[in-house]
Each structure stands twice: as C-alpha cells, then as structure tokens.
C-alpha cells in the first residue's frame, strides 16, 4: 500500500492528567463554528476509547440543525487502542466482596474494582477544572454521559451530587452489579434531594435487554417510576426502550438520542 496516512479526528486533542496514581487520557473535540459569548456546552463521556469518535461526528452532524447547539465533547479514556481497557473496571464500580461477583465464563478473575468514588473525585476536582480552565463551556450546560459500568457510574454521580451536572444520561445501567450500593444511595438521594437547577435524567435499555433472561430484568424501568414519583419540579426523568437493540449495539441509538435529549429538540 503507498501513499497511506492515519486517519486524524479533525480538532481533536488529547491531555495525559494523572491522579491517585493512575493516568487518564482526555479527548477533546472542538466545533468548528464560532464560540458563543456564553460558551459551549459540554459533553464528558464514559469509556472514550469505544465512543469517543461516534459521539463527537454525531454531535457535529446535529449541530448542523438550528435546534442542536456546536458542543464541545470531552471523552475519559485510557492508554489503549482497544474499545476498553481494565481499569474502567475499577474506576466505574463500588467494592464488591469476592462471594458476591458472579463467575466468568473463561474461570479469570474480575479485574479489580471499587474505585467510583475516586473516579467521581477525579472528575469534580481535576478535570471539570482543567476543561473549564483550558476551552469556553458553558458551565450551565454541561452533561454526564455513561452506558453500561458508564451507566451506573452515572446513576452514582447523580445520586450523589445531582447538581454537578445539568443532565445525566445513564445507558443501560449495570445496576445488577452494585444494586445494593446503588439502591442506598438512591434512599439518601431521595430522603434529602434538592435540586438547585433544571436537571434531566435520561435512563435507556435496548430491547433485547429486557425480560426475565434479559440483563435487566426491569431494575431501570422501576428506578425511573420511583424517581418519577419524587415530582420534583426541576428534576425530569425520562426512560426510554430502543427497539430491537442488544446490549452493544444500542450505543449508537443511544448517542443520537442523549444529543436530542440534552438539546431538547424532542419532546421530553
């Protein structure tokens, strides 16, 4: 083959930030229209290295419609060219003992888990600075975006400080995994929420996800009716089912409607 060159996402960057001893690799992708007085809005996304690409080329195509605002994608990934890389594990998760954690089908162990609440400080204390630092966002505009371990790490993040955050969108949570961690933070959550904002919660399944030998077996769907019922007035939550969609292959159908939910160009 002659004359070959990789392929570069155009305005794209990536910063090396190190915390608790472990390193992140942080993309960033930049609209190409100007940057408003107020700023971009902002998009951070879970597991970068399998999304980051599809998200900021979907953000990109919408924003070429008047209803979907140029946003500013930034992606938390890792050292790696593979979709995903070990250490999501553990930055995605709570402590779970070795008694509780269903086997693996090849007979490996899990990989080490129980670092979300690091992970969430990394988050508030490191990189939101460093972006708001570095780039124009709107900082009343921001969104939290995770599917699967993502989306329970979401949930976490939104249980525990609902107000970071203008919008969290929450893919085919993996609430199986640390239900019972996530179902406490859900009762502190609800015993003592105020909301200081405007604030939407999107939760998703594919359908394929669903029924009694499903992924879910209907934890999503229920965690939204309950949340739902708390009939606060600046928090609105929306679950949703995609058709025909499996476990993966909903990401994409996810993408395309979590920039739509964000934007409000549907009907909530």
Do not use: W
């Given at each position: 083959m002659t004359n070959s060159q990789e392929v570069i996402l155009p305005r794209a960057f990536r910063h090396i930030i190190s915390f608790n001893n472990r390193e992140y690799h942080i993309f960033v992708s930049l609209p190409s229209q100007p940057t408003p007085p107020e700023g971009y809005p902002v998009f951070y996304i879970l597991d970068a290295n399998s999304i980051f690409g599809t998200f900021t080329e979907a953000v990109r195509a919408q924003s070429m419609m008047p209803d979907v605002e140029p946003s500013i994608v930034v992606g938390i990934g890792y050292d790696t060219d593979l979709?995903?890389?070990?250490?999501?594990?553990?930055?995605?998760?709570?402590?779970?003992?070795?008694?509780?954690?269903?086997?693996l089908p090849d007979g490996k162990s899990w990989p080490e888990q129980g670092g979300a609440s690091k992970f969430l400080e990394f988050i508030e204390t490191k990189l939101k600075p460093f972006i708001e630092n570095n780039y124009s966002i709107?900082?009343?505009?921001q969104t939290l975006f995770g599917h699967s371990?993502?989306?329970?790490?979401?949930?976490?993040?939104?249980?525990?400080n609902p107000n970071s955050f203008q919008n969290y969108i929450a893919g085919s949570p993996s609430i199986a995994w640390n239900e019972k961690q996530i179902?406490?933070?859900?009762?502190?959550?609800?015993?003592?929420?105020h909301m200081n904002q405007e604030t939407q919660l999107?939760?998703?399944?594919?359908?394929?996800?669903?029924?009694?030998?499903?992924?879910?077996?209907?934890?999503?769907?229920?965690?939204?009716?309950?949340?739902?019922?708390l009939e606060l007035e600046k928090l609105k939550v929306k679950y949703e089912v995609f058709a025909k969609e499996s476990h993966i292959s909903v990401l994409s159908v996810?993408?395309?409607?979590?920039?739509?939910?964000?934007?409000?160009?549907?009907?909530i």
């Open positions: 979709p995903f890389h070990k250490n999501r594990h553990y930055d995605l998760t709570f402590f779970v003992s070795a008694e509780e954690l269903p086997p709107n900082t009343r505009k371990l993502g989306g329970l790490f979401v949930l976490n993040a939104f249980f525990t179902v406490e933070k859900e009762k502190i959550f609800c015993s003592k929420v999107l939760l998703t399944m594919g359908e394929l996800e669903l029924g009694s030998n499903g992924f879910d077996q209907g934890r999503t769907e229920k965690l939204a009716d309950r949340l739902q019922t996810l993408v395309g409607r979590a920039i739509r939910f964000v934007m409000k160009s549907e009907e």
